[in-house]
T-cell receptor, first 116, second 110 residues
Framework: DAMVIQNPRYQVTQFGKPVTLSCSQT?????MYWYQQKSSQAPKLLFH???????NEADTPDNFQSRRPNTSFCFLDIRSPGLGDAAMYLC???????????????FGNGTRLTVT | QKEVEQNSGPLSVPEGAIASLNCTYS??????FFWYRQYSGKSPELIMS????GDKEDGRFTAQLNKASQYVSLLIRDSQPSDSATYLC??????????FGAGTRLFVKA
């Protein structure tokens, strides 16, 4: 089955220690997103890639970076995690282009990040 | 600031009843509307999408959209304990950004 896969499912890191979360997809979607979701809150968009074009949300902290080396993979780098960065990080994909601009998001299983 | 508002709940209904979940949104330019189900500790799962005014039915689920009132709803008929989850309303403007509400927690009592 075509899927969005996130690794790891659970990640524990120390305060200030860089951490990378990964996402891969077999859906061949041209848009990949990273959302942050804290307990009982709405998922919050951090950034997205449309093909190789990177789009950062205005309120995404500089501490968060992303890389998309190819269509299938996307990484979220947190350069210096703080206690407030503990959350579920959700990778999602969608198709964009003629006829697809209102297509839904397909989510991976998420990575639960704990900062100690 | 574009917003999606939902009653956080919890909404408690007995098994077999109809659960009604509501959502309002602020951006009149929104073009597509989605309901996602999220179990505790899991990622959101698409339940319904709706793009035009009126009702859309899929099994036990019916989505309703009223663009004039900027209102979206989800009805779940014959509610089951397995329907107990948080339901997220999401709105997309035709661009790349999908904005989510904080969700309504639903409890279906056996």
């Amino acid at each position: 089955d075509a899927m969005v896969i996130q690794n790891p499912r659970y990640q524990v890191t120390q305060f200030g220690k860089p951490v990378t979360l990964s996402c891969s997809q077999t859906l061949n979607h041209n848009v990949m997103y990273w959302y942050q979701q804290k307990s009982s809150q709405a998922p919050k968009l951090l950034f997205h890639y449309y093909d190789k074009d990177f789009n950062n949300e205005a309120d995404t902290p500089d501490n968060f970076q992303s890389r998309r080396p190819n269509t299938s993979f996307c990484f979220l780098d947190i350069r210096s995690p703080g206690l407030g960065d503990a959350a579920m990080y959700l990778c999602a994909t969608s198709r964009a282009g003629a006829g697809y601009n209102n297509s839904p998001l397909h989510f991976g299983n998420g990575t639960r990040l704990t900062v100690t | 600031q574009k917003e999606v508002e939902q009653n956080s709940g919890p909404l408690s209904v007995p098994e077999g009843a109809i659960a009604s979940l509501n959502c309002t949104y602020s951006d009149r330019g929104s073009q597509s509307f989605f309901w996602y189900r999220q179990y505790s500790g899991k990622s959101p799962e698409l339940i319904m999408s709706i793009y035009s005014n009126g009702d859309k039915e899929d099994g036990r689920f019916t989505a309703q959209l009223n663009k004039a009132s900027q209102y979206v709803s989800l009805l779940i008929r014959d509610s089951q304990p397995s329907d107990s989850a948080t339901y997220l309303c999401a709105v997309r403007d035709g661009g790349f950004k999908t904005i989510f509400g904080a969700g309504t927690r639903l409890f279906v009592k056996a």
